[in-house]
């Protein structure tokens, strides 16, 4: 399945974070979410074959990468007070590689940010 | 732009039957999803429509109409172990899932 780190996290405001998943085997498309308490989630970005694939409504200070070992990462500069919240991970397997393109999600990040 | 709506909460006996609708607007359509997820855990996928009609997966089934922009999400003989929020996702004319805020579901005894 989905594996994300760390499970949970605290920061100070302006500190930068990282947050690792790492894919279902045999996926090669990995989404990254926010989802505030109550909300559906939030899409940031989607990466497809290491390259960014799609980005949601999020500031530059949100940035990712996505490895060839299926493992992926996400990165948030500058913390805000805002940011506190849930961040979730999902892969796929593409449309364009004969997948369905359906999402499973990894347990999340509950992040706070203080 | 685009938008998804579900009911905030609903509320249903233990046995019971209970619907949950979703009602979308959005630039394309390349299939709608249903996701169930219990309280500080990830959403696991329920369901997966891009046609219109009924399917049907144990005591779980989910409808969608295309031109009505309609789908709902149907749970039979309810277990206390259903209580949850229930999302509804639709995927865009360019392959975004856009989600919903979700539809909590209170499970009474």
């Known amino acids: 399945g989905v594996t994300q780190s760390p499970t949970h996290l605290i920061k100070t405001r302006g500190q930068q974070v990282t947050l690792r998943c790492s894919s279902q085997?045999?996926?090669?498309?990995v989404s990254w979410y926010q989802q505030a308490l109550g909300q559906g989630p939030q899409f940031i970005f989607q990466?497809?074959?290491?390259?960014?694939?799609g980005r949601g409504n999020f500031p530059p200070r949100f940035s990712g990468l996505q490895f060839p070992n299926d493992s992926s990462e996400l990165n948030v500069n500058a913390l805000e007070l805002d940011d506190s919240a849930l961040y979730l991970c999902a892969s796929s397997h593409s449309f364009t590689s004969g997948g369905t393109d359906t999402q499973y999600f990894g347990p999340g990040t509950r992040l706070t940010v203080l | 732009g685009q938008n998804i709506d579900q009911p905030t909460e609903m509320t249903a006996t233990e046995g019971a039957i209970v619907q949950i609708n979703c009602t979308y607007q959005?630039?394309?359509?390349?299939?709608l999803f249903w996701y169930q997820q219990h309280a500080g855990e990830a959403p696991t996928f329920l369901s997966y429509?891009?046609l219109d009609g009924l399917e049907e997966k144990g005591r779980f089934s989910s409808f969608l109409s295309r031109s009505k922009g309609y789908s709902y999400l149907l749970l039979k003989e309810l277990q206390m172990k259903d209580s949850a929020s229930y999302l509804c996702a639709v995927r865009d004319g360019n392959y975004q899932l856009i989600w919903g805020a979700g539809t909590k579901l209170i499970i009474k005894p």
């Open positions: 085997s045999g996926h090669n498309t």
């Open positions: 990466y497809y074959r290491e390259e960014e694939n």
């Open positions: 959005t630039s394309g359509f390349n299939g």
């Open positions: 429509n891009v």
